[in-house]
């Protein structure tokens, strides 16, 4: 799929893509909760996309009850015509849970176009672990079991390259025997160009339009790319240069 591109300059493109939503010991969202403050700035209207899930309701009411302390209001996109709620939502936040699942949904309800639409006019965006991973071009770096047959693996492609959330590292003293998660990923980029960013727990990606930084715990992130080894990426490393793989 080819990432998409912006139909405007005029609105700087928003986004904050967590690699999880809930870290030991804090509460759902907690870690990032200034992250959030900052990327919402001074929206007070959110749309949550709940679709990675099966209960939308109980999943958009643990939502609301997250952001409440910044005084967020949270509609979920289930409860009128999806499409339109996320179109002219002023901020956007997709979920995590399966994300085929997921993936499933925003074609069948037609909400690609519409949050690509939302994000071009200036709408925040916001996603955790699948909700990350559907601001790629592909699903396919997903860690997640095929559940449901999506239509198709495009996603949003609001940034061009690929992540892999809750990436974990090898365990030399694990007596399992299967895949690692990095093979998997060196497996995919024999199929497939790349690159992809591996965001271990407790880490986020902020793009300020044509800025981006990995941000949050210091365990960083490992850098995936074709012929070459994989690297360690600190957290704090600006990389924007990603935005013109």
């Known amino acids: 799929m080819t990432p998409h591109t912006p139909t405007t300059r005029e609105n700087p493109v928003q986004l904050l893509l967590l690699s999880n939503s809930t870290a030991p010991g ?142 974990l590292d090898p365990d030399p003293s694990s007596t399992h025997q299967g895949e690692t998660r990095e093979l998997r990923l060196l497996q995919y980029l024999e199929e497939n160009p790349g690159p992809v960013l591996g965001m271990r727990e407790g880490t986020w990606l902020r793009r300020r339009d044509d800025r981006l930084v990995l941000e949050g715990e210091p365990s960083g992130a490992r850098f995936f790319a074709r012929g070459a080894e994989p690297a360690e990426v600190p957290t704090g490393t600006d990389l924007s240069h990603l935005l013109r793989a």
């Open 26 to 167: 804090r509460g759902y969202l907690e870690h990032a909760r200034d992250a959030l403050a900052d990327v919402l700035g001074g929206a007070r209207d959110l749309v949550f996309v709940p679709y990675a899930l099966a209960d939308h309701d109980a999943y958009t009411a643990q939502v609301a009850g997250a952001l409440a302390p910044l005084g967020i209001r949270v509609t979920g996109a289930h409860t009128g015509d999806p499409a339109t709620l996320v179109r002219d939502a002023p901020a956007i936040f997709v979920g995590g849970g399966n994300t085929f699942r997921l993936v499933d949904q925003l074609h069948r309800r037609g909400l690609v176009e519409s949050i690509r639409a939302a994000v071009d006019a200036g709408a925040p965006y916001i996603g955790s672990s699948a909700g990350t991973n559907v601001a790629t071009p592909s699903l396919r770096t997903t860690n997640d079991m095929p559940i449901v047959e999506p239509p198709s693996f495009s996603t949003l492609g609001l940034v061009p390259f690929q992540i892999n959330p809750h990436y």
